[in-house]
C-alpha cells in the first residue's frame, strides 16, 4: 500500500507543473505498470486525452489553458524531454500583446526535431535554436521571451507591421519588455513613395 501511495504522490508531483496533464512516459517513471493505464482510464483515475500517450488526472481542477500543456507535452522526444516552445502568435496572445487568437498553436522546435506521424494540422511548427535566456517557463509549458515573440514577429511578417508595432509598445508599457531590451529591437525601415 505505501509504494502505491509511493507512485500516486510521484505522479501527482509532475502533473501539479504541467496543470494535471502528464505523459505515459512520466506514469512509468513515477513507477506505474504498463497494464495499469488501461485499468486508471476505466476506473475515471485518468482521463485519456485526444492527444496519443497524454493523460489527465480525473480529480486535478481544470485550468485556464489546457490546451498550451496538452500540445507541448505532444512534443517530448524518445526521453520525455519537452521540445516545443511556443512563439510567433502564440506567444503574443498568451502575453496579451494581441487580441488576435492565432488559427493555429505555433511551436518553435530544433531543427533537428523529429515526431513519428504527421504533425497535427492545427500546430505550425518553426525551427530554430533557442538560447536559454529566450525562453521563459510558465506553468507546464515554456514560451519565447517577448523580445524573442517581436523579433520572430518581425522576421516571420505574419502580421501587419502596424500590429507588432502596437505589441512591441505595450510590452514595452507593462514592463514584459525592458528599455535595454527594447533598443535591441530593429523594424524595418520603409521607404516612402515620392
Do not use: C
Request: aromatic share 10%; net charge positive.
Amino acid at each position: 500500500m505505501a509504494k502505491k501511495r509511493k507512485t500516486a504522490e510521484k505522479l501527482f508531483k509532475a502533473v501539479t507543473a504541467q496543470q494535471g496533464y502528464f505523459t505515459y512516459k512520466q506514469a512509468l517513471k513515477a513507477g506505474y505498470l504498463p497494464s495499469s493505464t488501461v485499468f486508471h482510464v476505466k476506473s475515471g483515475n485518468w482521463i485519456k486525452e485526444k492527444v496519443r500517450g497524454i493523460y489527465r488526472l480525473a480529480q486535478f481542477p481544470p485550468q485556464d489553458r489546457p490546451d498550451l500543456v496538452l500540445w507541448s507535452l505532444w512534443s517530448a522526444d524518445r526521453k520525455g524531454r519537452i521540445q516545443g516552445v511556443y512563439s510567433h502568435e502564440t506567444a503574443l496572445s498568451i502575453y496579451e500583446l494581441t487580441d488576435v487568437m492565432p488559427a493555429k498553436f505555433h511551436l518553435t522546435v530544433s531543427r533537428k526535431f523529429r515526431k513519428s506521424g504527421s504533425t497535427p494540422p492545427h500546430i505550425k511548427l518553426h525551427r530554430a535554436e533557442l538560447k536559454a535566456g529566450e525562453i521563459r517557463e510558465m506553468q507546464g509549458y515554456s514560451v519565447t521571451s517577448p523580445v524573442k515573440t517581436i523579433a520572430d514577429m518581425i522576421e516571420a511578417q505574419t502580421m501587419h507591421s502596424s500590429e507588432i508595432i502596437a505589441a512591441f509598445k505595450h510590452a514595452v508599457k507593462t514592463g514584459l519588455i525592458t528599455q535595454q531590451e527594447a533598443r535591441t529591437i530593429r523594424f524595418p525601415i520603409k521607404k516612402h513613395a515620392k
